[in-house]
């Protein structure tokens, strides 16, 4: 399986997003530096991966319903997920195709 046959809809297995998870952060990092990226995808990424580091919460942790990091992965995916859909899917497909050979 090649890493663009994984499509954002496929919720069969989990262990596909771990064995991907390599080449998704590789996608992400070659679309953050891409010139033809527009600035406001670029920045959604950007207030995600800081949500991460930022020492207060915006969602409150709530024992037994939100644990922990649960609300910073939420925010982290919902920001991957906008950033991606943002992105010119042409430059999207164009990164897969050269990641799935090894760039």
């Not at 915006?58 to 319903?65: A, N, R």
Request: charged share 20%.
């Amino acid at each position: 399986m090649r890493f663009g046959d994984f499509g954002p809809t496929d919720r069969r297995n989990s262990l596909k997003l771990l064995v991907h998870l390599p080449n998704l952060i590789k996608l992400h990092w070659r679309l953050l530096r891409d010139p033809r990226v527009n600035l406001v995808p670029k920045l959604i990424l950007l207030a995600g991966l800081a949500y991460l580091f930022v020492p207060i919460d915006l969602i409150l942790d709530l024992p037994f319903v939100i644990p922990g990091y649960l609300d910073d992965l939420a925010v982290l995916y919902l920001a991957s997920k906008a950033f991606i859909r943002l992105c010119p899917p042409k430059v999207v497909r164009e990164h897969v195709m050269l990641i799935d050979q090894g760039g």
